[in-house]
């Protein structure tokens, strides 16, 4: 689902999910958004779109047209929302990020980013009562169970880049990530849950009382 993203602007896409192979294939001609769905999705769920041709270069997140009917200083909000469904669990990965619109000193328009937020939302068998929502380092840690970055490609694969898919020395770093999604590292996960909480807390009592 996205709201105000690039070109696609507002709106959905769906894939089936019966039946034994759960592959989607996405066909089109060049320079119809086949890139953007890929960039959306790992935005959605790592903060970077890693099927950039070059970041340095890259417009803004936000849809152009949507920001050009608002008026300067207005706060424009950008999200995606990717939901799945996990046995009987629905599970959604959303980022959110607003931007303000301003107007440089040649007159041109400025779209200045604040910071993304992204939340994981896990409800049991449609029982939205008992809906759980994750932030901050819990949000990463399933993100990383389900889609681990280190093995994005094979999960939204390119085939413009065909050659990466095959590159080698990549079996390591697959095996890792299997272990992840598998949670064989999960105490080594908690223990470095642990070190950024501590970490984190003591940031903010430094800051807090400086003297302690």
Not at 54 to 69: F, G, H, I, M, W
Request: charged share 25%; hydrophobic share 40%; glycine share 6%.
């Amino acid at each position: 689902v996205f709201e105000n993203y690039r070109q696609y602007g507002s709106g959905s896409l769906s894939f089936r999910t019966e039946g034994e192979n759960l592959l989607s294939v996405l066909v089109a001609k060049n320079g119809t958004g086949k890139t953007t769905l890929l960039n959306a999705i790992t935005w959605c769920l790592y903060d970077k779109e890693l099927h950039l041709a070059d970041e340095k270069t890259a417009l803004p997140l936000v849809n152009a047209a949507a920001a050009r009917s608002l008026p300067e200083g207005s706060l424009i909000p950008v999200s995606v929302a990717i939901t799945i469904l996990d046995d009987n669990n629905i599970v959604e990965f959303y980022r959110a990020i607003n931007f303000k619109t301003s107007i440089d000193s040649a007159g041109n328009p400025r779209y200045i980013p604040g910071k993304s937020k992204f939340t994981v939302s896990i409800t049991p068998a449609g029982d939205f009562e008992n809906t759980q929502v994750l932030q901050g380092i819990d949000a990463d840690v399933v993100a990383k169970q389900y889609f681990d970055e280190a093995i994005f490609k094979f999960y939204f694969f390119d085939g413009e880049k065909l050659r990466d898919f095959f590159a080698a020395g990549q079996s390591n770093t697959i095996q890792q990530s299997i272990f992840n999604i598998s949670q064989v590292t999960m105490l080594e996960n908690a223990c470095g849950r642990l070190k950024r909480m501590h970490y984190d807390r003591t940031k903010k009592l430094a800051k807090d009382s400086p003297d302690i």
